[in-house]
């Protein structure tokens, strides 16, 4: 017969081996709340919170958001409407990711107007966690998405325009670009000129989910891809920490590991906003020339629902949801401006 204190080791043992497997640990209870990347994720938002504030998952409630800008036609930077790339097709790229290290991504996917369910289908259905061109456009099939033209006549008629005087370069920043725009009135990332929507996600029973998605940098080289389709880059997520996405120049996202980056140092004690500030600084710091003309901002959420956010050029907004205020959009700080 074992005795009380061999009782109270094998209860030890067991314990740590289920803190291990993660198997008997329940989250704990979480107000929930949802944040996303600019004022358009506002509408991203409401469509999330109609399944947080039933009690549901992170995981659904941010494809549901991602799902709105991918279809609004008035939308030239998020899914179907988004502007094409310099030879005229509309490519996109979206990642999602759970409290468990679950993920998935799909990148230059073409032909496919919810590329965020997608993604979501590559982490649920397959061994992967990226797809690429007509790999990914193939599953997509496979899964019974159907393929159409997403060029819209507006982004066709806005890469035409463009076309006439680009010298048929690819446009660096397109948050600084001046397309449509009388010269000078464009500030980096307004209204009129903004791009991905990094959505995160904290459920009532406490768990952290993130989509991502974009078309992209507007008129890119046929091929490019941007940090939003990179786990680690333009999304992250650690249920027992936080999440981080980002918006802006993505190559300058993937050089710095930018939402891991914001994760990891909300590991080590920082808050979401001081994270943000750090990770954007460390852009700064390591490309100080071209920092002063690129947009980058991230947005951070941890699972005691702070938020934070931080870019490098005046004009990056997240809109915020949580059920208690009114959905609302919230200037992020900059380094400039
Ligand atoms: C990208 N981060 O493809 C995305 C899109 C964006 O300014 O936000 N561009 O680099």
Same mark, same amino acid.
């Given at each position: 017969?074992?005795? @009380?204190?061999?009782?109270?080791?094998?209860?030890?043992?067991?314990?740590?081996?289920?803190?291990?497997?993660?198997?008997?640990?329940?989250?704990?209870?979480?107000?929930?709340?949802?944040?996303?990347?600019?004022?358009?994720?506002?509408?991203?938002?409401?469509?999330?919170?109609?399944?947080?504030? !039933? !009690?549901?998952?992170?995981?659904?409630?941010?494809?549901?958001?991602?799902?709105?800008?991918?279809?609004?036609?008035?939308?030239?930077?998020?899914?179907?409407?988004?502007?094409?790339?310099?030879? !005229?097709?509309?490519?996109?790229?979206?990642?999602?990711?759970?409290?468990?290290?679950?993920?998935?991504?799909?990148?230059?996917?073409?032909?496919?107007?919810?590329?965020?369910?997608?993604?979501?289908?590559?982490?649920?259905?397959?061994?992967?966690?990226?797809?690429?061109?007509?790999?990914?456009?193939?599953?997509?099939?496979?899964?019974?998405?159907?393929?159409?033209?997403?060029?819209?006549?507006?982004?066709?008629?806005?890469?035409?325009?463009?076309?006439?005087?680009?010298?048929?370069?690819?446009?660096?920043?397109?948050?600084?670009?001046?397309?449509?725009?009388?010269?000078?009135?464009?500030?980096?990332?307004?209204?009129?000129?903004?791009?991905?929507?990094?959505?995160?996600?904290?459920?009532?029973?406490? @768990?952290?989910?993130?989509?991502? =998605? =974009?078309?992209?940098?507007?008129?890119?080289?046929?091929?490019?891809?941007?940090?939003?389709?990179?786990?680690?880059?333009?999304?992250?997520?650690?249920?027992?920490?936080?999440?981080?996405?980002? =918006?802006?120049?993505?190559?300058?996202?993937? @050089?710095?590991?930018?939402?891991?980056?914001?994760?990891?140092?909300?590991?080590?004690?920082?808050?979401?906003?001081?994270?943000?500030?750090?990770?954007?600084?460390?852009?700064?710091?390591?490309?100080?020339?071209?920092?002063?003309?690129?947009?980058?901002?991230?947005?951070?959420?941890?699972?005691?629902?702070?938020?934070?956010?931080?870019?490098?050029?005046?004009?990056?907004?997240?809109?915020?949801?949580?059920?208690?205020?009114?959905?609302?959009?919230?200037?992020?700080?900059?380094?400039?401006?």
């Amino acid at each position: 017969m074992p005795n @009380r204190r061999d009782v109270f080791k094998n209860t030890l043992a067991l314990t740590s081996l289920a803190a291990i497997s993660g198997a008997a640990t329940a989250a704990p209870a979480a107000k929930p709340i949802v944040v996303s990347t600019w004022d358009f994720g506002v509408a991203a938002n409401q469509a999330a919170w109609d399944v947080l504030k !039933g !009690g549901g998952y992170a995981l659904d409630a941010v494809e549901a958001g991602a799902r709105i800008p991918e279809v609004d036609l008035k939308n030239h930077s998020v899914g179907r409407a988004g502007y094409p790339d310099r030879d !005229g097709h509309v490519s996109l790229d979206a990642s999602i990711m759970d409290e468990k290290w679950r993920c998935g991504a799909v990148a230059a996917l073409e032909h496919i107007e919810h590329p965020i369910s997608v993604a979501r289908l590559v982490m649920e259905k397959t061994p992967h966690v990226l797809l690429v061109g007509a790999g990914a456009l193939q599953f997509a099939v496979e899964q019974g998405f159907k393929p159409e033209e997403l060029l819209t006549p507006d982004s066709e008629a806005a890469w035409k325009d463009w076309l006439k005087t680009a010298k048929y370069q690819p446009v660096a920043n397109s948050e600084m670009s001046t397309y449509g725009h009388a010269p000078g009135s464009v500030v980096p990332g307004d209204v009129h000129n903004h791009d991905t929507l990094g959505i995160l996600a904290l459920d009532a029973q406490g @768990r952290l989910s993130g989509a991502c =998605t =974009t078309s992209g940098m507007a008129w890119k080289l046929r091929g490019r891809v941007g940090d939003s389709p990179i786990i680690g880059a333009g999304l992250y997520v650690d249920g027992e920490i936080g999440a981080a996405t980002s =918006t802006g120049v993505g190559e300058e996202v993937i @050089r710095n590991a930018g939402s891991f980056l914001v994760v990891e140092l909300m590991r080590q004690g920082r808050s979401p906003q001081q994270a943000c500030e750090e990770a954007v600084m460390r852009i700064v710091k390591r490309r100080p020339e071209a920092a002063k003309t690129l947009q980058v901002g991230f947005l951070a959420l941890n699972t005691k629902g702070d938020v934070g956010a931080f870019a490098i050029q005046k004009g990056f907004v997240y809109a915020q949801c949580d059920g208690t205020k009114t959905d609302r959009v919230v200037p992020a700080r900059s380094v400039f401006g």
